[in-house]
């Protein structure tokens, strides 16, 4: 018998009596201003929230706040002109040298300050990570207030996804925090009001 | 089987000597413990939560068989390859199967206890591997030839200084620099060299989703990803237990996992791997190593819900003055010392008493687990299948006959008393096991029984 088919006989043999899932797993927070939230709670993981109203307004704000760095990612078309790195990479490797990224994401969670990012918008899935500085653009209206709201607008995840919250961090030296461990160094979130 | 290591009790001896020391690491875990506490009191469905996490994955247990079944198909229709192993060895083949495939002898590794818990890097250098452990707190304990001590804070035991003498000596920093952003920039620049050039990469796996056949792994340093995007495969290893049902329900443990862990509302990354990106490998690898024998016992199944946050660690009295080193397991502390006697009685028969039964454990529990109750039922299960320590037992022994008989309970607590008033080294020496780290008590003039009869005659 294969170790497959041995497992699972014996889980069979030893599994205790069936019992219904709990009827109720999902709840609802209701913050009295989402955003404000989203906002408050990013602000406690070193994340600064910038609203913007148009795409002009984000590449003005991304051309203030990077002043000087170079090799700039970004996913999103309006930027082209300004980040001129290409995506264009057959290896992933090659974003090495990336020193900001900014990339557009699907919706934040105002709980944790967690901004959902996939397949979807991302070429290339160690971008985010790889990248010594990261921006991500959502859309305004796209907060929803707990992870039960974050699942249920997500239906299907593609191949890939990742919540982030916030720039990487380490506290494994004396519980001392220290940002920027492996990942980015720093994060931003544009909101965008324009669609 | 033999024993090859100090039991628990022998242990934390060792790790009392310094006593400054040992307070520093009670109170440093303690505050990760308040932490939580913070973090959990602002969620006002925090008990719901709980309830919610322990029926879910009661429900898992009760079908684990479909579950599992269910996640395989769905992982190998998104382009997965799915194996299962029987026992560690087992699983430690997969890999090294898996990497000679490809002709790769370097790989990268995010933190995954699973591995811990079969050895899997000592095999896999026996074998001519080299394994590189990318979470910081595991580096620093690799580069010390050390086993993790915590779960989640594999460093939590080391000083400053200790970390600042280790990357001298490894990574050429400064001599004498303790300064932990310095230290860990220093490890930024060493793992991101690995990261660049390593073709294989192996996570955890935190939740398996039967629904989907996705996987979720959560991380602050975003390592799992830094690896697992840029490697031609990644092998992704977990404990059937991890399978949960629906990807819904990752609402509710996402919720509760880095709340209970470090009271971070989540962490950093929790990555979502569904489908291996264009022109890479998925590998993810089933292990049982026990769990359907532990599946199996009434009384210890529910551990088999943990989700491996640490809280049980960071609140247990016992786990922050004698370290995780001292518990000789993978997973130290409370939940550790319940799973370990089902992998070998013989061998951690000790563990289940290295706790107060304070319940302290189960209050911070984010599913649930009875972890009191369960380590109160090993004791009387080892002592009856004879794996307890034969003065233990005389102890036991002694004891149940001193309380079955009340009169003798009576007298033989006078006695103690006057033996103690009139003797007092008798007691305060160090052969007297209750000595260590404390004086005894000033014994009262009376028992409470005596003190309770003269009064009631009023």
């Given at each position: 018998m294969s170790s497959r088919d041995r497992i699972l006989a014996q889980i069979r043999q030893n599994k205790p009596e069936a019992v219904p899932l709990p009827a109720v797993t999902t709840f609802k927070s209701d913050f009295a201003d989402t955003e404000e939230k989203f906002r408050e709670t990013l602000a406690a993981i070193y994340t600064e929230v910038i609203a913007v109203k148009n795409l002009e307004e984000l590449t003005q704000k991304a051309e203030e706040l990077y002043k000087g760095v170079v090799n700039r990612a970004t996913t999103i078309p309006a930027l082209s002109a300004w980040a001129d790195?290409?995506?264009?990479?057959?290896?992933?490797?090659e974003l090495e040298t990336v020193e900001i990224a900014i990339v557009?994401?699907?919706?934040?969670?105002?709980?944790?300050?967690?901004?959902?990012?996939?397949?979807?918008y991302l070429p290339h899935r160690v971008l985010p990570f790889i990248t010594q500085n990261l921006a991500i653009v959502i859309p305004r209206n796209a907060l929803v207030d707990n992870m039960h709201e974050a699942y249920a607008r997500l239906q299907d995840t593609l191949g890939w996804g990742c919540f982030i919250a916030g720039p990487s961090k380490t506290a494994d030296i004396e519980q001392s925090l220290v940002i920027g461990a492996h990942g980015a160094r720093s994060m931003v979130i544009f909101l965008l009001e324009d669609d | 089987?033999?024993?090859?290591?100090?039991?628990?009790?022998?242990?934390?001896?060792?790790?009392?000597?310094?006593?400054?020391?040992?307070?520093?690491?009670?109170?440093?875990?303690?505050?990760?413990?308040?932490k939580r506490d913070k973090s959990s009191r602002q969620l006002p469905e925090w008990e719901q939560l709980r309830e919610a996490a322990s029926g879910i994955k009661h429900y898992v247990l009760s079908h684990l068989d479909e579950l599992l079944i269910s996640f395989e198909q769905k992982a190998k229709e998104n382009g997965v390859q799915v194996h299962w192993a029987a026992n560690a060895a087992e699983h430690n083949e997969i890999v090294l199967g898996l990497l000679k495939k490809h002709r790769i002898d370097k790989m990268v590794k995010s933190k995954s206890m699973l591995t811990e818990e079969c050895h899997m890097n000592e095999f896999l250098h026996k074998n001519g591997i080299e394994v590189i452990d990318t979470d910081l707190g595991e580096r620093i304990v690799q580069l010390r030839n050390e086993p993790p001590s915590h779960i989640v804070l594999p460093a939590i035991h080391l000083k400053k200084k200790d970390i600042g003498d280790l990357f001298h000596e490894h990574l050429g920093t400064e001599a004498g620099a303790t300064d932990p952003q310095y230290l860990t920039e220093a490890a930024r620049q060493h793992l991101r060299d690995k990261f660049l050039t390593r073709r294989a990469a192996l996570t955890g796996v935190n939740f398996a989703v039967a629904e989907t056949g996705g996987f979720v792994v959560s991380t602050n340093e975003g390592n799992a990803d830094m690896g697992a995007h840029l490697a031609d495969i990644h092998i992704a290893c977990m404990g059937?237990?991890?399978?949960?049902?629906?990807?819904?329900?990752?609402?509710?443990?996402?919720?509760?996992?880095?709340?209970?862990?470090?009271?971070q509302p989540i962490t950093t990354y929790s990555s979502h791997f569904k489908k291996p990106r264009e022109g890479q490998e998925m590998h993810i690898i089933i292990v049982d190593n026990g769990r359907s024998t532990q599946l199996g016992r009434k009384d210890f199944r529910n551990s088999l819900k943990c989700i491996r946050c640490g809280a049980c660690m960071n609140t247990c009295p016992v786990y922050r003055r004698s370290g995780g080193h001292s518990y000789h397991n993978a997973v130290a502390g409370p939940i550790g010392s319940i799973l370990a006697p089902n992998l070998d009685m013989t061998k951690n028969a000790d563990l289940p008493f290295a706790s107060t039964l304070c319940g302290s454990c189960s209050n911070v529990c984010p599913v649930k687990i009875d972890i009191h109750d369960q380590l109160y039922k090993w004791r009387q299960v080892l002592a009856k299948e004879g794996h307890v320590h034969k003065s233990k037992e005389i102890g036991i022994r002694a004891m149940s006959a001193v309380l079955a008989q009340p009169r003798f309970y009576q007298w033989s607590g006078r006695l103690g008393r006057t033996v103690m008033r009139a003797m007092p080294f008798v007691v305060n020496n160090a052969l007297n096991p209750w000595y260590k780290q404390r004086d005894m008590p000033e014994p009262p003039k009376e028992s409470f029984r005596d003190w309770y009869v003269r009064n009631r005659k009023n």
């Open positions: 790195f290409s995506l264009n990479v057959s290896d992933p490797h557009q994401a699907e919706f934040g969670v105002a709980e944790n300050g967690a901004v959902w990012i996939s397949d979807r | 089987m033999s024993k090859t290591v100090m039991e628990h009790a022998e242990a934390s001896e060792v790790f009392n000597r310094d006593e400054p020391y040992v307070n520093w690491h009670d109170e440093t875990l303690w505050f990760v413990r308040q059937f237990e991890k399978i949960i049902p629906k990807q819904e329900h990752l609402g509710v443990f996402l919720r509760l996992l880095a709340r209970s862990a470090t009271g």
